[in-house]
């Protein structure tokens, strides 16, 4: 009986213990192709959809580099499948495409990410790598070139057009280069943005993803208003 209760007691601790510690199977697929939908604009959690996909877009797969099309030296970073042929989930600093960031990549010609670009990528990963599609909220209030305009240009535009003459000849790189393109090609700046059916799919800007619709509209709103700084 003893040894009966005894041996009840092992057992009991031992489900205890497992119910307080995640056991991770170091055999199974690090790059599950999860598709999470966050609706909280809050959360903590970073979003591939909006946040990452950008980034690896216009800084990484800008025309003649790493797109879907031309995809140099076997590298496309145009989706998240794509993108996580060099992704291991959780573990940055064993991830090939996060690693190579600052490191050759992009070409130091081209414009560099942010630090705190570089840290949302390695957050990212380490939440997982999960292919998130949040429900995005902005607040349209704001418009100005110096929040947020710049720093959606930063992450949706710059990679390709942040360099002169910029692709297309486009070139976003300041406040005053950024007016006068808009100014001279307005219906077709915010047909690109709204990916507009009227335009090409290679003229729809940015090319990975459109952006929220609120941060279209602060854009719109931008516009509207005569650039203010």
């Known amino acids: 009986m003893r040894k009966q209760i005894l041996l009840g007691t092992i057992v ?17 697929p690090v790059n599950p192709p999860v598709i999470v939908t966050n609706p909280t604009s809050n959360s903590d959690t970073v979003c591939f959809n909006s946040e990452i996909l950008p980034l690896y877009s216009t800084y990484c797969g800008s025309s003649g580099c790493h797109s879907a099309a031309s995809h140099r030296s076997g590298v496309d970073v145009s989706s998240y499948a ?3 042929q060099g992704i291991r989930a959780y573990r940055p600093n064993s991830s090939n495409y996060y690693t190579i960031i600052g490191n050759g990549m992009p070409p130091r010609s081209s414009p560099q990410l942010s630090s705190t670009q ?3 990528i390695s957050k990212w990963i380490s939440q997982g790598a999960l292919n998130t599609n949040c429900i995005n909220s902005c607040d349209t209030s704001k418009y100005t070139y110096s929040n947020p ?6 992450n949706n535009c710059i990679g390709c057009h942040g360099t002169k003459p910029g692709s297309g000849n486009v070139y976003l790189g300041d406040y005053a280069s950024t007016k006068a393109y808009i100014t001279a090609n ?15 799919a290679a003229q729809r800007m940015p090319p ?17 208003k005569g650039f203010p700084q």
Do not use: R, V
């Not at 305009?149 to 930063?154: A, G, K, P, W």
């Not at 709204?194 to 090409?200: A, P």
């Open 82 to 84: 794509a993108i996580m």
């Open 149 to 154: 305009i710049q720093t959606l240009i930063n």
């Open 186 to 200: 307005q219906t077709l700046f915010l047909n690109a943005i709204n990916h507009s059916t009227s335009l090409t």
């Open 208 to 224: 990975a993803n459109k952006m929220a619709d609120c941060q279209i509209a602060q854009f719109s709103k931008w516009i509207t």
């Open 12 to 28: 009991s601790m031992i489900g205890m213990s497992c119910m307080h510690e995640a056991y991770i199977d170091p055999n199974a």
């Open 118 to 120: 570089i840290a949302l």
